[in-house]
Every structure is written in structure tokens, then in C-alpha cells.
């Protein structure tokens, strides 16, 4: 009887050598899968290990019905002539219980090697569904990776595509490099974040902040009035819309009082034109609005009236980092169906984990980010981020997640 062991990357490459080598009177008698390579565990390549033999006279493997284990009985002492009887016996009883465990070792690796295959389609049908199919199944992994991380799955996909038009299949044991080109085509899909500019012409900067309720509208715009007015000693104004939070107007009014800034409440359009015109003298004016659901068709128009007026200079809408992506989407279209958004702030970037959302509503909408926020300190809990720092907040530590 001859022997070999065949050594390929799926079961079924595997079956290849061994039929194109031995014939197809060979078989299989044991199968074993194994990792290969990788980094910290991750992006190891699985491998297969199939032995096969070939005899004279071909041989079928079927699944065998195990027969019940019998019990070795030891004999009494008696004559010789009884002793070698007794002898012949136990060794016919031993030999069953070797032909049981034999019969069971062939049970368990033919159930191995249908867990096997099992997977192996699955891996397969998961690519084909992703367009991934031409791809090696490292590359399949990362696209899994980027969809635990929240980011949406076309742009994962093209995140992947774009991986593998950079990378080799031999580079998915590098995690370094794996790291380096993730970093770098994310941080491609930022526009360099833009904060508030002030312009050298007489008229103000009039800046509103428009967003969802809760998001923490009022709490940014104390932090950014802090920025302007006690570290960069331009001339300010607070101006609140929001009508209808008492507590709200209370908080600013409190902010503007310890930072010796001016507070006022308006009521309507008309009455807010006139108090930017009060405040010509000012550098920047932020506005605060109240927060609106994308759902009431009502506070949207109003807000609409409130906004279109050539006097406002810029409109940015704040979000919560912690968001689901289809929820950001429909919260900025209808946004931006009544008022002109600039750019993007995201808050509360410290109560979520996966920032993978934030990538992909940047992704659809082309628009600048401008700040982030990461606490309710005033006024340090905001920053102008790097798209680098984006980028690994964004993917994480590839070698820290296993997929």
C-alpha cells in the first residue's frame, strides 16, 4: 500500500493532487486542517492536509455503523492448554476494541472533513455575495473586519477593492503593512477637516449650528465661544433661537455671562436679522437653534424661515458619533432639503466605540468635518482632528481584533 500526504490551501485543491498523482482508486484516510503564518493570530492562512493511500485492489470509505464495545473478561487460572485459550481470547477481545477505536477515528474525520467542506462553501458563497469572488479570502476577512466596525458595507467594499489593487496576497501576514494601507485609504476619504474661518471683511461671521435634538448643540457652541473668545480674542456674540428650552437659554445665557459675552433670544425672523444687524461690531456671531426631528415637517419649515437669510454665513450640522449610519443619512437629508449644510460636527465621540458611521456619512456627503467632540468639559472637550487620527479611531488596531 502506498501512502503520501498532500498539503493545499482548500479541500478541494487538496483532492486535486491527490487524484492527479494517485489515481482515482485513491483514498482518502485522514484529513486535518491547520493555520499557517499570520501575525498575533490574525490573517493566518488555513490550510488542509489530506493523507491518502493507494493498494492493489480499490478501497471505498463509507461511514460505518459502530458496533456496541465489548468488555474484556478475565479468565480464572487453569492448565496451560486453558491459559493459551484464554490467552487467544483476550487478544481477539483487544482486537475488536482496536477495530472500535479505528471505526470511530474514521467517523470523526469524515465528520471533520464535512465541516470542512461545509465551510469552505460558505466562504465561497460569502465572497460571490460581496463581489469579492476574484479575491483571496484574506481580503474577505478585512471586509468582514471594516463591517464590525460599523462602516457601511459598499464602502467596505471598496475599501477592500481598493486594498487589493495595493497589496499582495502574501502581504495578509504583514500586519503592519495591512495597518499602513487601511490608514491611508481612509484617511484619503476625509477632505482636510475645516474649522470656522474667519473672514477679513466688516460684516460679521454668522455661524448657526442645526441638528437633532439631544445631540449637544448648545454645550458645542459654549465650547467653540470659549475657543474664539478667551484663547483667540475675537470679538463675539451668542444668539439662541431655541425657544423652546427654557433650561437651554439658561445655560447659555450662564456660559456668556463667565465669559463676558453677549446673550440674546429672539423669537422670530425678522427679530434675529435685526440683532445680527446689533452686532456688526462682532467678529463671529454662533447661533443656536433648537433641536429639530428630521420627522416634523413643521419645525423644519420653521427653521427654514429662521435660516434663509443672506446674512447667515454658515450652517453646520451636528450629530452623535454614536448614530447609526442609516439614521445619519436621513438626518441629513432632511437637513439639507431645508437649509444649506457647510459642514459636519460630530459630538459625543467618547459614549461609542465604532466610528464607522462617521467615514461613511463623509463618504456620501463630500462635506468638510469641522469639529469633533469628545467630553461636556468646557471649553476643552473639542478638536479639529487630523484625518490620520480619524483614520485609526475609525479602523482601530488591526492586531488587537481577531475576525
Not at 230 to 242: H, V
Not at 251 to 264: A, F, H, N, R, S
Request: charged share 30%; net charge neutral; proline share 5%.
Amino acid at each position: 500500500m502506498q501512502v503520501k500526504r498532500f498539503v493545499a490551501s482548500t479541500l478541494q485543491e487538496a483532492i486535486l493532487k491527490v487524484k492527479k498523482e494517485m489515481g482515482k482508486d485513491a483514498v482518502i484516510l485522514h484529513t486535518r486542517k491547520f493555520k499557517e503564518g499570520g501575525i498575533f493570530g490574525f490573517f493566518s492562512k488555513e490550510m488542509v492536509e489530506v493523507t491518502a493511500a493507494l493498494d492493489n485492489s480499490p478501497l471505498t470509505v463509507i461511514e460505518p455503523k459502530l458496533p456496541s464495545r465489548p468488555e474484556i473478561t478475565t479468565p480464572n487460572p487453569s492448565s496451560p492448554r486453558q491459559q493459551q485459550k484464554d490467552e487467544a481470547s483476550v487478544n481477539d477481545q483487544v482486537g475488536h476494541i482496536n477495530d472500535y477505536k479505528e471505526l470511530s477515528l474514521v467517523r470523526e474525520e469524515l465528520r471533520d472533513m464535512k465541516h470542512l467542506m461545509n465551510r469552505v462553501l460558505k466562504g465561497v458563497e460569502f465572497r460571490q455575495r460581496n463581489g469579492l469572488e476574484n479575491y483571496p479570502p484574506g481580503f474577505g476577512q478585512i471586509f468582514d473586519y471594516l463591517c464590525s466596525r460599523d462602516i457601511e458595507e459598499e464602502l467596505a467594499r471598496r475599501l477592500v477593492k481598493a486594498m487589493a489593487n495595493q497589496l499582495l496576497a502574501s502581504d495578509l501576514d504583514n500586519k503592519p503593512k495591512i495597518q499602513e494601507c487601511l490608514d491611508k485609504l481612509v484617511c484619503d476619504l476625509f477632505q482636510e477637516p475645516l474649522p470656522i474661518q474667519l473672514s477679513s471683511r466688516e460684516r460679521p461671521q454668522v455661524v448657526s449650528l442645526v441638528g437633532p435634538i439631544g445631540v449637544g448643540k448648545t454645550t458645542t457652541i459654549a465650547k467653540l465661544a470659549a475657543r474664539y473668545s478667551l484663547i483667540e480674542k475675537k470679538r463675539l456674540a451668542l444668539i439662541t433661537i431655541d425657544t423652546y428650552r427654557i433650561a437651554a437659554i439658561e445655560q447659555l445665557k450662564t456660559y456668556g455671562k463667565i465669559m463676558d459675552i453677549p446673550v440674546e433670544v429672539v423669537f422670530t425672523p425678522e427679530i434675529l436679522r435685526e440683532t445680527i444687524e446689533q452686532f456688526k461690531d462682532k467678529e463671529l456671531i454662533l447661533l443656536d437653534t433648537a433641536g429639530r426631528s428630521p420627522q416634523n415637517d413643521t419645525h423644519m419649515k420653521e427653521l427654514n424661515i429662521f435660516l434663509n437669510q443672506k446674512n447667515i454665513s454658515e450652517n453646520y450640522l451636528v450629530i452623535s458619533a454614536g448614530t447609526r449610519y442609516r439614521d445619519m443619512l436621513n438626518i441629513y437629508k432632511s437637513f439639507s432639503n431645508v437649509v444649506s449644510i457647510d459642514k459636519l460636527i460630530f459630538t459625543k465621540l467618547d459614549e461609542t466605540e465604532y466610528l464607522g458611521p462617521l467615514l461613511s456619512l463623509v463618504t456620501y456627503t463630500r462635506k468638510n468635518l469641522s469639529y469633533v467632540t469628545t467630553g461636556q468639559n468646557v471649553p476643552d472637550d473639542i478638536e479639529v482632528p487630523s484625518p490620520r487620527r480619524l483614520a485609526r479611531m475609525i479602523v482601530g488596531e488591526i492586531g488587537e481584533n481577531k475576525i
